[in-house]
C-alpha cells in the first residue's frame, strides 16, 4: 500500500482526487484540462458513435463467472460479475473540448485530444464466493463502441455489505475517508478488472504547526489474476 504525505495545512488538506478519464487538474489555476458535455439519449437512440445504449446493453449486460485473486493473501475465490440495464435507463453522450491554460501558466501545451464516450446507466452484482464482496451498486457503463465498455466505481469501505476487511487496519482506523474502487473493462465474453483501496487522512502535529495531510492508495484485488 503507497502511503503519501502531501501537503502541510492548518486544517484538513484539501487536493484533487479527481480521477475521472483525461480530466488535467489546472495547476494553481493555469493548467490545461478537457471540459465535457453531455447530451442525453433514449436507450434505443443512434448515438454520434454510431451505436445506441440498447446495443451496448444487449452486449455487455448478463453474468459471467471469474477468478479473482486477494494481493494481501494470494487467496483466489470464484467472482460473479452481473451488468443489469434497465429498458428506459439513462444514455449519455460525453464529448470533451480541451481547453488550454491561462496566460501565465505554463505556456501552450499544444492542445490534447479529449476522449468521446457514451454512458450508459446500469447496475452491477460483484459477488465473490468467499463473501468478501457481496455488493450491489448503480454505476456507470462508459464505452466507444458498443462491443467493449468500463466501470469504475467508488464504495465507502464502512458500507460494504460483503465481509471485506483491510490487512491495513490502523490505517483505516485513522483515516477521514476509505474507499473501494472497482475498475473493469468489460465485453460479451466477461470482464477483466481489478479493485483498489484509496484513503485520505491526516496526522495532528503539535499546537502551533500544520497538520500533514496523507493518502494511500494500492491494488487490493484482481481478476483473473497475475500469472
Known amino acids: 500500500m503507497r502511503h503519501y504525505a502531501l501537503l502541510a495545512i492548518a486544517t484538513t488538506c484539501c487536493f484533487n482526487t479527481d480521477r475521472d478519464k483525461n480530466v488535467a487538474a489546472p495547476y494553481d489555476g493555469d493548467g490545461g484540462r478537457c471540459e465535457y458535455t453531455e447530451i442525453a439519449y433514449e436507450m434505443d437512440d443512434a448515438t454520434p458513435l454510431g451505436f445506441s445504449g440498447a446495443e451496448l446493453a444487449a452486449a455487455l449486460?448478463?453474468?459471467s463467472g471469474e477468478t479473482l485473486s486477494w494481493d494481501e493473501t494470494g487467496d483466489t475465490?470464484?467472482?460473479t460479475f452481473e451488468l443489469s440495464f434497465a429498458e428506459d435507463g439513462q444514455v449519455r453522450h460525453q464529448?470533451?473540448?480541451?481547453v488550454e491554460p491561462d496566460t501565465g501558466g505554463f505556456g501552450d501545451t499544444g492542445g490534447?485530444?479529449?476522449a468521446e464516450y457514451v454512458i450508459?446507466?446500469?447496475s452491477l452484482s460483484f459477488?465473490?464466493?468467499d463473501g468478501l464482496m457481496n455488493e450491489l451498486v448503480a454505476v456507470e457503463v462508459e464505452a466507444s463502441t458498443a462491443e467493449t465498455g468500463r466501470v469504475e466505481h467508488t464504495m465507502d469501505l464502512a458500507e460494504l455489505t460483503g465481509s471485506y476487511v483491510s490487512s491495513d487496519s490502523?490505517?483505516?482506523e485513522t483515516a477521514d475517508s476509505a474507499e473501494i474502487e472497482i475498475?473493469?473493462?468489460?465485453?460479451?465474453?466477461?470482464?477483466?478488472g481489478e479493485l483498489g483501496l484509496f484513503m485520505t487522512g491526516h496526522d495532528e502535529a503539535e499546537e502551533g504547526d500544520p497538520d500533514v495531510a496523507w493518502a494511500s492508495q494500492g491494488d487490493i484485488a484482481r481478476w483473473p489474476p497475475n500469472e
Open 61 to 63: 449486460g448478463g453474468s
Open 77 to 79: 475465490t470464484e467472482l
Open 95 to 98: 464529448v470533451g473540448e480541451w
Open 112 to 114: 490534447q485530444e479529449c
Open 120 to 122: 450508459v446507466d446500469a
Open 127 to 129: 459477488v465473490t464466493a
Open 170 to 172: 490502523e490505517a483505516v
Open 183 to 192: 475498475v473493469a473493462n468489460v465485453n460479451s465474453s466477461g470482464s477483466v
